[in-house]
């Protein structure tokens, strides 16, 4: 090989990795995962103004977390569960892998570093306290275990309850300024942060919302400003005031948030 063509040759390969590197440099960043401190995470909610009893969709007299009340009700956040922990990677790993099959996007990433299992969605000593008190209380029971999930992709913050291959309740949240949450007269703003579809397009791809019947004019607005529905998928979404986890409302420069709420009910998916 003579000098001109090696230095011919060696130009074409500094121009294919300029390239390569212009192409890897353009591309969209991946969305990065952080830890979701306890102190960060949005533990309760309450609505703003009168809203009809039927969108509780039900009559419980005790409201304890169970896998019905999380996929029905006005509720769109996820608080944590406090029943007694277990161990189990290999079923962790299940989860996340289940998580990225459904919703690709965010989380089609390793979620196991965030992934807490559960016994139940009842903590024992309330269990037990409702048993003392003479109240016959039937509580979920896993056929694996229940997890809690928690991420933020700021300025979002994830939080999520379910069990593998049975279902899973996931809160996607952005806390908000009493300006941005609230109209004139104390109305919660209807999508305050825009129409959720792009969110969702970016955050969980693998979601066709195409086919799911909007039935938000079926609600107030106050309670929900968008709501899809199909026979095992939900998404809905809303603006809340934030409460701590003692039920009190929060104190800062955010106390309100806007929520969007996915459900899968897997068991009605076959």
Do not use: C
């Not at 591309?27 to 009168?50: D, F, H, V, Y």
């Not at 007299?61 to 569960?81: C, E, F, K």
């Not at 299992?117 to 009842?122: E, F, N």
């Not at 998928?233 to 701590?244: A, D, F, H, P, Q």
């Amino acid at each position: 090989m003579n000098k001109l063509m090696r230095l011919t040759l060696i130009s074409l390969l500094i121009i294919f990795a300029i390239g390569v590197y212009t192409v890897e440099a353009n591309k969209p960043s991946r969305s990065s995962l952080q830890t979701l401190s306890s102190t960060e995470r949005i533990q309760g909610e309450s609505l703003i103004g009168a809203y009809p009893f039927f969108e509780e969709q039900t009559t419980a007299a005790i409201n304890l977390p169970s896998i019905d009340n999380l996929l029905r009700g006005t509720s769109l956040t996820v608080s944590s569960i406090d029943g007694e922990q277990v161990t189990d990677p290999t079923l962790v790993k299940r989860i996340s892998d289940e998580l990225g099959q459904l919703l690709g996007g965010w989380f089609n990433q390793d979620l196991t570093p965030y992934i807490q299992l559960h016994q139940s969605l009842v903590p024992q000593n309330m269990q037990q306290y409702y048993r003392n008190s003479g109240t016959t209380l039937q509580s979920d029971k896993p056929k694996t275990a229940f997890y809690y999930l928690a991420f933020q992709i700021v300025p979002w913050q994830v939080q999520a309850l379910g069990e593998l291959g049975v279902f899973h309740s996931i809160s996607i949240s952005q806390p908000l300024t009493k300006a941005k949450a609230l109209q004139e007269g104390g109305h919660p703003s209807p999508r305050p942060l825009g129409s959720i579809e792009p969110l969702l397009a970016d955050a969980a791809p693998n979601l066709s919302t195409a086919k799911l019947s909007d039935r938000s004019a079926e609600h107030p607005v106050n309670v929900f400003d968008t709501y899809l529905q199909d026979t095992w998928l939900t998404i809905k979404s809303g603006v809340r005031l934030s409460l701590t986890d003692n039920g009190t409302e929060v104190t800062s420069e955010h106390p309100y948030h806007y929520s969007i709420r996915i459900n899968l009910d897997l068991r009605k998916s076959r």
